[in-house]
């Protein structure tokens, strides 16, 4: 099993309220697989997404990646899973405004520290697999919404991550682009990249193999 989550509770809490937001919740990902997380707005997707990619730790539960008890790993630990063997789609793109294209698409690998030539090779053949090599010097904002999306699939790609979270990657965009943007995600789920997407539309998971109904933070189906 590659990616297995057993009996996942989290609750928030601030400090006049406590809301769970989710409860019991288990699930277990094949490598290789691509798979739609699914409900209506509150019911847990983020949170889950955010406890499988290593940004926030569940209250109680166990998380498994490849045999890896995550729930016990320290902050470092985590960062270091999450630059290595994550890769992330945001709606909002979450670009980094004062870096042009290329310096986004580089920034996963320089935090490694991979020596500056060989990131910058690398992220310039990113940027050639979508067709953004002639934005490689523009900022974020002189681009489109559907360039900076195919933007953040190239920094999510470039440093060969095992699996691609993706909240809602069409969100903003266009049918067009966001077609095209679930066409490229498709075709690197054909190339054996494992995928979680969150969304509530149906016509974006139709592109999956497999779908899970999520309602008051537990799976329903
Ligand atoms: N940081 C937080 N502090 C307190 N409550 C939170 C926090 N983040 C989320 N929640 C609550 O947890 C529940 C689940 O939220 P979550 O964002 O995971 O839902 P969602 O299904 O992703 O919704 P949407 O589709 O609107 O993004 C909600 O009731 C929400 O109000």
């Known amino acids: 099993m590659f990616i297995e989550l057993k009996n996942i509770t989290k609750v928030y809490s601030n400090t006049d309220v406590t809301s769970r937001a989710l409860h019991d919740v288990c699930l277990k990902v094949n490598k290789g697989e691509m798979i739609a997380i699914m409900g209506r707005s509150g019911s847990g997707k983020s949170t889950l997404l955010n406890i499988i990619g290593c940004l926030d730790k569940a209250t109680s539960g166990e998380y498994i990646l490849e045999g890896m008890h995550v729930n016990h790993l320290n902050h470092k630990q985590l960062a270091k899973i999450r630059n290595q063997k994550i890769g992330f789609i945001f709606q909002n793109y979450s670009l980094i405004p004062k870096y042009t294209a290329l310096e986004n698409v580089m920034l996963p690998l320089l935090y490694r520290k991979m020596p500056y030539k060989e990131c910058k090779k690398l992220a310039v053949e990113a940027l050639e ?49 966001g077609q095209d943007v679930m066409l490229l995600l498709k075709n690197l789920n054909r190339a054996g990249k494992t995928i ?5 539309d149906e016509t974006i998971a139709d592109y999956c193999e497999k779908r899970i109904y999520m309602k008051d933070g537990t799976v329903v189906g």
């Open 129 to 177: 697999k979508f067709d953004l090599i002639d934005a490689r010097n523009k900022k974020p904002h002189q681009l489109s919404g559907g360039q900076q999306q195919r933007v953040a699939i190239a920094r999510a790609i470039v440093g060969e991550p095992e699996f691609i979270l993706a909240d809602e990657p069409t969100g903003a965009l266009d049918q067009q682009n």
């Open 196 to 200: 979680i997407i969150v969304t509530h």
